[in-house]
């Protein structure tokens, strides 16, 4: 998840990372023997990745095989180095691959050897790095896949939701010859577990076990940014649980990384996964507390917290889909920090909304993925958002809360809620089903007239607005 170009402090930035997206579906009757496994290894500064394919195949693919946001180049392709001989490791299409140089089958046992290093990635879980030396490490980055050829490798789509797998998630072992291991909040010697969706962290950063949070902290994180988060998050979880009802978890773990106090930069960044937020922190900007860099800090609170209601308790289907929970999430924190903070400018965030919509809904919202334009998905989903929410207001005085909670209460035991079902929702709500095709339009089409669509959605919805050249000014 993403959110960059916060610009009133110099180089501010502040980064929203994936949250629980819709996972590829394992094949049916796939059985846990027939899984590629990998045994992931630190020992002191060496660490290694060792895979045990469990059939002969020309590729293995990577699942995680995002971009580094910055310079949209393949992260993996500058951290990871293979070590067994006659196997390259290149970048087809949309995802990292293996393959034989001769054109064969992969050798059933591979070795690579890698350097963690953390980036920013589009809509993905990067590496955490410690000032103390411990690493966080994202568990799904060593999933692979086989496939018959590069040529195939270069027509897999970007989303792999419903794509036909030939083998389950690889079966991940961890270990450091270093001591134990952090996995879910316990110290243990090594773990083994297929799809654990969570961050391992190898190291000794310490754990602060809290009444409603756990903390593990960077030893050298401006102590003034635990302190505010521990005070924050319970309260906007508490907003969040009173509204919509139980999330996804009653006591997560907050995960803080600070890669120093870089000179001229501000910066904020992490995701969320099931039970688990994770922020990176780092620059000169952030070493002190302020308004503006606490209401930042309070914001990625809100947004990430969001998502254990909207992305863990349900989530999207596919990647087109991401609106839903990205811009869902976006004014779901926006609401919850104006009923928290008195100071929290709520005009100014709908605003930012709105202009970033109108900016990047000249092509299709719902591929803006593939465009790496992945803050579309935030910036529109909240818009539509917005209309829902007004849609609400008319037809029973309610807010974007109310419209959400039927919809998530509906989907808790399949856990998906879909383009459709939304949609569905809001003809339902606002009676006026030009509603759903403006939205529709936006999502498949984008619009020749950005503004023009966008200030006619809203106005139909019951959002007052006006139009000023090229921008559409919230009233």
Known sequence: MFRPGMAA???????????????????????????????VTRD?????????LDRDAPVWAFFRSSLIQETRRPWRLEQWRVLTPGVVLERVGS???????????????VQIAFTPRGENLEADYGVLVFTDGSVALPSAQFDVFPLPSPEAAAAVPNDLNGYPLEAGPALVTWRDA???????????PEVTEAEADTYVLFGRASIVEGARLTTVADPQLPGWIGEAIEDFAPRVADYYTRRLGAGQTEHPTIMMSWAGPTRGLTSMGGSVMPGLVVMAFEG??????SAQVLGMARWFIGHESAHFWLGQTVRYERERDAWITEGGADLMAIRALTFIDDAWDERRELQKEVDDCVRLAGQPVAEAGGRGEHRAYYACGAVFALAAEAAQKRATGGDWFDFLQPLIAANRA????????????LDVTSGDPALRRDIERLLDEGATDPAAAIAGLLERAGVACTREGSRVILA
């Open 178 to 188: 270093g001591g134990p291991i952090l996995f879910r909040g316990r110290r243990l």
């Open 9 to 39: 402090l110099a180089a501010l930035t502040l980064t929203l990372g994936a949250c629980a997206a819709g996972q590829p579906v394992e094949p049916a009757g796939v059985a846990a023997a027939s899984r590629p496994a990998v045994a």
């Open 95 to 109: 995802y990292d691959i293996l393959r034989a140089a001769d054109g064969g089958p992969v050798p059933r046992r």
């Open 414 to 425: 399949d856990g998906v809620l879909t383009g459709d079902e939304w949609l569905t929702a």
């Open 284 to 289: 000169e900007g952030v070493v002190e507390p």
């Open 44 to 52: 002191g500064d060496r660490w290694t990745a060792d895979y045990s």
